[in-house]
């Protein structure tokens, strides 16, 4: 078969098939016409997920008859003024949309210039020839999607359920509108609202605050940590989440490049790092970050929906990115995630407890008319019957651990924010008492961070870790594999004061140890370093590679749950916590304390 120049219509499908993916892409699309058209409001509609119907109507400056003629054609746009494409300052830019969107579904545009006497209407349907006609409506641009991809049924086949394809809609509004505060959107779905986001006010840090909140949630503002920093002309600002507020997925994280959504691995891989030693594993902390950057040093161009972008100088994007959060990690290192959690947790408990029988036993009587089950937080399992007058409460049968000394006063000023310890509970949970309430303290988790922060501040001077020489060396069998990874990183544990040789051919003897972990148990350190050395592969940042030592040293070598402390012990770490960076997280992400105000003890008794 010889060539052929394909028809146009089907050189458009073709397009179509990068540009417009589903309902959602072609909203994306039409909502940023509007934003490069200076709409201040924009009003989406969907039926049946925009499968049947996408209508988007904006009140920027709209098309006269000759735009709206060209606005179909293929590589018609008025976003290049200049013929740049290294000097991008719009949203669109290629000219595809439209005339992808006419060839695989049935479109009708309405604009009105705001000084034109009438608007003009334009209906195209599957890359039909279009028809122009003047008509009745305000300044602004109403653009009508109908039977979305009815010229190629096969891609209608990967679409989901109305209901799926709706929630794919709300979240791409949701990124754009981030980008935008000062421009109002609504969104309405088989004639529900969806989103109500108003126009915001104030200053673009005030106004992208209050957009934040409205998207993400007031829950996450509490929980979040401001960012603003620049170097060599590129900036990040926006708001990041503390460590201990988390989701079990990514979906919540949004970047930014000159107001353009995007979904970057530099990005994500930076943003991974920055909270690498205070994040648990499997968690993602949430962020909207906004990233300015001089148009000639990033490629907008790599992909026909433009949610990819290439850096000129990717390693100082990640650079200034982590340095910006690590920052901002570290001036809220001792906060940790305010939420109703403890208190729904201990609803909860109230709930279970309130199934289960207390008896008090009853000198007269055993029936089953006199056994008493005390309301628990407003739930009662069996009616409540006044306590008899002779009822005996038994002793104590089941042994607690809680260890309470007679309580001695610190002196006002050496009480931090963390109050003065009160007790230990099973000798795990540290009780101290505050101003306005009780704080509980994981003591390993809080000592764990002490530790691996002592480290960090030790190496951060190049200095060698004082160490502890073992009275007896530690001989510990490994694999090949576990012993070669070992002796490759001998330099960098020798600098953390793990003094190790090789001892046989699959054996190393540990002659010393950090003395800031003296009584650790050697052999799981060695075997837990050889592990996630292995993990790492030989690609792995020095910098990353020192935190990661520093962590699992830590945590062997940290206040074990179980360990009985006294009074003086336990404020001693209290105190420790409230001058440590990061201490409001363990090494691995978990909240090391939480704080429970009277008011809220107040609420469990109803007081």
Same mark, same amino acid.
């Given at each position: 078969m010889s060539i052929r120049i394909l028809p146009n219509n089907l050189i458009n499908q073709i397009a179509a098939g990068e540009v417009i993916e589903r309902p959602a892409s072609a909203i994306k699309e039409l909502v940023e016409n509007a934003i490069d058209a200076g709409a201040d409001s924009i009003e989406i509609t969907l039926v049946d997920g925009g499968k049947s119907l996408i209508i988007v109507s904006d009140n920027g400056k709209g098309m006269n008859k000759e735009d709206l003629a060209l606005c179909i054609e293929r590589h018609a746009t008025s976003k290049l003024p200049d013929n740049d494409l290294f000097n991008i300052n719009f949203l669109g830019f290629r000219g595809e949309a439209l005339p992808s969107i006419a060839s695989v579904a049935k479109l009708s545009i309405t604009s009105r210039p705001k000084d034109a006497e009438n608007a003009w209407k334009i209906s195209v349907s599957g890359g039909d020839e279009p028809k122009i006609s003047p008509v009745? /409506?305000?300044? $602004? =641009?109403?653009? +009508?999607? %109908?039977?979305?991809?009815?010229?190629?049924?096969?891609?209608?086949? @990967?679409?989901?359920?109305?209901?799926?394809?709706?929630?794919?809609?709300?979240?791409?509004?949701?990124?754009?509108?981030?980008?935008?505060?000062?421009?109002?959107?609504?969104?309405?779905?088989?004639?529900?609202?969806?989103?109500?986001?108003? /126009?915001?006010? $104030? =200053?673009?840090? +005030?106004? %992208?605050?209050?957009?934040?909140?409205?998207?993400?949630?007031?829950? @996450?503002?509490?929980?979040?940590?401001?960012?603003d920093s620049q170097k060599e002309g590129i900036s990040v600002n926006g708001f990041i989440s503390l460590p201990t507020y988390s989701k079990a997925n990514s979906l919540s994280q949004y970047f930014f490049v000159n107001n353009r959504p995007v979904r970057d691995k530099v990005l994500l891989g930076a943003f991974k790092a920055a909270y690498q030693g205070v994040l648990e594993i499997g968690r993602y902390p949430l962020c909207a970050l906004f990233f300015e950057v001089d148009p000639h040093l990033v490629d907008v161009n790599v992909h026909p929906t433009k949610a990819e972008v290439r850096f000129f100088d990717g390693n100082s994007i990640r650079g200034l990115m982590i340095s910006a959060i690590r920052n901002a990690l570290s001036r809220g290192s001792i906060q940790t995630a305010q939420t109703d959690g403890l208190v729904n947790l201990l609803n909860s408990s109230a709930v279970e407890q309130s199934n289960k029988t207390v008896f008090l036993h009853d000198s007269v009587s055993t029936s089953r008319d006199?056994?008493?089950?005390?309301?628990?937080?407003?739930?009662?399992?069996?009616?409540?019957?006044?306590?008899?007058?002779?009822?005996?409460?038994?002793e104590l049968t089941i042994p607690t651990s809680v260890k309470a000394e007679e309580y001695i006063a610190p002196a006002p000023e050496d009480i931090g924010f963390l109050g003065a310890a009160k007790a230990q509970l099973h000798n795990t949970y540290i009780v101290s008492q505050t101003d306005d309430g009780l704080v509980i303290v994981d003591q390993h988790a809080a000592h764990e961070r002490i530790v691996m922060e002592k480290f960090k501040s030790i190496m951060a001077k190049k200095e060698k870790t004082p160490t502890q020489m073992l009275l007896?060396?530690?001989?510990?069998?490994?694999?090949?594999?576990?012993?070669?990874?070992?002796?490759?990183?001998?330099?960098?544990?020798?600098?953390?004061?793990?003094?190790?040789?090789?001892?046989?051919?699959?054996?190393?003897?540990?002659?010393?140890?950090?003395?800031?972990?003296?009584?650790?148990?050697?052999?799981?350190?060695?075997h837990s370093l050889a592990e996630q050395i292995q993990e790492w592969g030989k690609d792995f940042a020095l910098e990353e590679k020192i935190n990661s030592f520093c962590a699992t040293m830590a945590c062997h070598g940290s206040v074990r749950a179980g360990r009985s402390l006294n009074l003086a012990e336990m404020n001693k770490l209290l105190r420790d916590m409230e001058n440590t960076p990061n201490s409001g997280q363990c090494n691995h992400g978990r909240p090391t304390y939480i704080e429970l105000k009277i008011k809220d003890i107040d609420k469990l008794f109803h007081r």
């Open positions: 009745a /409506a305000n300044p $602004g =641009t109403k653009v +009508e999607v %109908r039977d979305l991809f009815y010229a190629t049924p096969a891609r209608l086949k @990967f679409l989901k359920t109305g209901a799926g394809e709706t929630a794919h809609c709300v979240e791409m509004i949701e990124r754009i509108a981030l980008a935008n505060p000062y421009i109002a959107f609504y969104l309405y779905d088989d004639k529900k609202k969806r989103l109500n986001l108003n /126009a915001c006010q $104030g =200053t673009l840090s +005030e106004a %992208r605050l209050q957009r934040v909140n409205d998207i993400l949630g007031n829950e @996450f503002a509490e929980n979040s940590l401001a960012i006199n056994f008493y089950q005390p309301k628990v937080h407003g739930f009662s399992s069996m009616p409540r019957r006044s306590a008899p007058r002779t009822g005996i409460i038994p007896i060396p530690t001989v510990v069998e490994l694999s090949l594999a576990e012993k070669e990874a070992i002796m490759e990183n001998s330099a960098q544990l020798s600098q953390m004061g793990l003094a190790i040789e090789e001892f046989g051919p699959q054996a190393i003897i540990v002659r010393e140890v950090p003395a800031l972990i003296a009584d650790c148990d050697t052999e799981k350190l060695v």
